[in-house]
């Protein structure tokens, strides 16, 4: 037994004491490892990582740009333990090695509290304490700041942290995102328990997870993961909470709830343009670098989630300067230490590695070649700003046309009608998700099926061509145009139906060229509403079939630098599947049984009527 009191291990410079049971408030033990400099002289500033994924284990995120393979947690522990830290990695509820039940997001808060609290009382703790993660280990840091908790004195919230999961994360626009299913699916079957029970791993694997994406109300007993009742509980959970309430107020769901007890202690966060929680980012930023003290810092890259390490996404490349190393450190260790270094040990003379409020990679500018590794050649560029919105992006409407236009200019009274059929949605293509597969990949993409989600080949097909997109595109550009802000579309709509979504695509449209003679159409950025939340999310208000309702619906936020030539476009549809679940048109409430209806939707445009979509333009940049 080491001097207090738990057993170690030593690692040369690094001691290490292993599942040490951390007392939670209700009783629960929680598992943690403690990785301590061997040679500490008293105690050090702790810093903590709680998360669902295995304390022990590797995520495909912790690599850098000269080293592609991950490395394990303990390794990043020690690494920092050897820079003089107290590392903490600490299995979340109900996970792994810790003790209780796991609920996806719903004990994070307290837990992450009292762990904070059991951490001030440990003789190697100086009362300061840092937070680190990605995603999950992200949304626990929210979850915990939320609180208050006095110890935490510096945080770095990678690809995570909800300022809203109502909002986005969990639903958006009233849509509920597939990928909690598909997580819950993969997650199920890694679960200590369907490890332990056979029975259990072999009904898991039986299922079938694409199909149950579908039109397929599901309930308790008839859900994919049955036969986990624990992530079946938290799936019809989330999805059957339809409305905004208490409930989604919680500190471990929605941080805004709560921004004025939010830790005011130094913070990043840190996410990317084809990442799930990039309005989240960018929210979380925008409200509490005004309320506290910080610093805060917002850093936002061209990468799909945690892959700040190379230079792709989905089927496009930026460039070399796209990756987090080599621009704004060597490597994501680097800089975390030096933020901590600057912020949680406040060591003299140390330069913040963040000093613009703002770092933001620019989409937009490459040669639009094929690389060699068979990509888009996008490119784009870091650049610094001193707010988000940047106070040099000024709103712009684009007004839609019924011939199809994308313009300044507002047009005559027009409409457009496109038929959604709830059995044949229109395909997700890429886009800001995470944790997807098998149904869907995230990134960018020219937007053209290759094959429809029931296994009909339909090759090169364009979204453009189906009769449930609508399409509206500006004038090949005279002048470059860089897009840099939040995104919201103003539309007039109307539906044959008592419900149905609006789903809206910006898109960055290549003219032909060489690699690509039919152009390139590719995604940017997204946002949905479902119609029976138009006038708030305290309530469904089904739609009276062929009134026109006035809504705004809000997208993700975007950096891109539209070159000449190029096209604006905004693609309108009533689905985006399997990003999200598909609105069946009844207007009831989700696992309600009830046969589908195909609706016919209207767009209506002109003076009474006028759709739009507000673009953040901004100036051109020196140089």
């Known amino acids: 037994m080491s001097a207090i009191g738990y057993a170690a291990r030593s690692g040369g410079d690094v001691r290490v004491l292993k599942d040490v049971m951390v007392p939670m408030r209700d009783g629960v033990r929680l598992a943690a490892d403690v990785y301590l400099p061997a040679d500490a002289a008293g105690p050090g500033s702790v810093i903590l990582e709680r998360t669902p994924y295995d304390k022990t284990g590797t995520n495909h995120a912790d690599r850098s740009r000269a080293d592609p393979v991950p490395r394990p947690k303990p390794a990043i522990a020690a690494e920092f333990a050897r820079a003089g830290y107290v590392y903490v990695l600490q299995d979340c509820r109900g996970r792994y090695r810790s003790e209780g039940v796991f609920s996806k997001y719903l004990n994070e808060a307290e837990d992450g509290f009292d762990t904070l609290d059991w951490l001030t009382k440990q003789p190697w703790c100086d009362g300061r304490i840092g937070m680190t993660g990605l995603s999950y280990s992200a949304h626990v840091q929210a979850a915990v700041a939320a609180l208050g908790h006095p110890a935490l004195a510096a945080m770095f919230m990678d690809s995570g942290g909800f300022a809203s999961g109502f909002h986005s994360g969990i639903r958006q626009g009233g849509a509920f995102e597939l990928k909690q299913l598909t997580w819950a699916y993969k997650h199920a079957l890694l679960a200590p328990e369907s490890l332990k029970d056979p029975v259990r791993r072999v009904a898991l694997a039986a299922e079938d997870i694409g199909a149950w994406t579908r039109i397929n ?22 999805w059957s909470r339809e409305t905004y309430g208490p409930f989604w107020e919680q500190p471990d769901l929605c941080a805004a709830a709560h921004y004025d007890r939010f830790t005011d202690a130094p913070m990043v966060f840190m996410s990317s343009w084809y990442d799930p929680y990039a309005l989240a980012a960018t929210d979380n930023f925008a409200a509490l670098s005004k309320l506290k003290t910080g610093p805060v810092r917002l850093v936002m890259g061209p990468w799909t989630h945690g892959q700040r390490s190379v230079t792709w996404a989905g089927d496009v490349d930026f460039g070399p300067r796209a990756t987090l190393d080599g621009q704004l450190a060597d490597d994501y260790v680097d800089l975390r230490r030096a933020w901590f270094d600057r912020h949680l040990r406040r060591k003299a003379g140390e330069p913040d590695p963040l000093p613009s409020p703002v770092s933001l990679f620019v989409m937009g500018g490459g040669s639009g070649r094929r690389t060699v590794t068979g990509r888009l050649d996008h490119g784009g560029d870091w650049y610094d700003e001193t707010d988000w919105p940047p106070p040099a992006s000024m709103p712009v409407s684009f007004c839609l046309d019924a011939s199809g236009g994308l313009s300044t200019t507002a047009g005559p009274a027009g409409q457009r009608i496109w038929r959604h059929d709830p059995l044949a949605p229109v395909p997700t293509i890429g886009g800001a998700i995470a944790s997807g ?43 470059a145009t860089e897009v840099t802000g939040p995104i919201v579309a103003h539309l007039w709509v109307s539906s044959t139906a008592r419900d149905c979504d609006v789903t809206i695509k910006l898109v960055d449209v290549y003219p032909p060229g060489p690699d690509y003679p039919d152009g390139y159409a590719l995604n940017l950025t997204h946002g949905v509403l479902r119609l029976r939340f138009r006038d708030g999310f305290d309530a469904v208000r089904p739609m009276s079939p062929g009134e026109i309702y006035g809504v705004e619906i809000r997208a993700f936020p975007v950096a891109n630098l539209f070159s000449v030539g190029h096209r604006i476009r905004l693609d309108v549809s009533a689905s985006n599947f399997p990003h999200f679940d598909v609105n069946p048109g009844t207007g009831a ?22 759709s739009r979509v507000t673009l953040p333009v901004r100036s051109p940049r020196d140089g």
């Open 437 to 479: 597969a098998p149904l869907m990949d995230a990134g960018g993409f020219d937007q053209r099926e290759t094959a429809d989600l029931y296994g009909a080949s339909v090759p090169g097909r364009a979204l453009a061509d189906r009769d449930d997109v609508l399409v509206f595109q500006t004038e090949p550009l005279d002048v």
């Open 217 to 238: 109300p599901w309930t308790k007993g008839h859900s994919p993961v049955t036969a986990a009742p624990e992530y079946e509980a938290f799936v019809l959970n989330l």
């Open 589 to 610: 409430p989700a696992g309600e049984p009830g046969e589908p209806v195909v609706a016919l939707c209207t767009l209506h445009m002109g003076p009474a009527t006028p």
